[in-house]
């Protein structure tokens, strides 16, 4: 927002484009943009990883039960 020189309520952004359109700007503008932007890739895939795991298990345990 204030890259804009709009207030935080103002801003078109919100749901997943918060994550996938705020974040690499905001990672681009800290010291050593690279790191940061590899470091929030694979949180994101992790948690897609874990998400994947919490289904699976379910699906699991109802077929044995």
């Known amino acids: 927002a204030t890259l804009n020189g709009i207030t935080f309520e103002e801003l ?3 749901g997943p484009e918060l994550t996938f ?3 690499p700007m905001i990672v681009a503008s800290l010291p050593w943009p690279n790191l940061w932007l590899a ?3 694979l949180i994101i895939v ?3 990883i874990d998400s ?3 289904g699976v298990e379910s699906v699991c345990y109802m077929v044995k039960d």
């Open 39 to 41: 470091t929030f890739c």
């Open 12 to 14: 078109p952004i919100q």
């Open 21 to 23: 359109v705020t974040m």
């Open 52 to 54: 994947t795991f919490g």
């Open 46 to 48: 992790m948690l897609g």
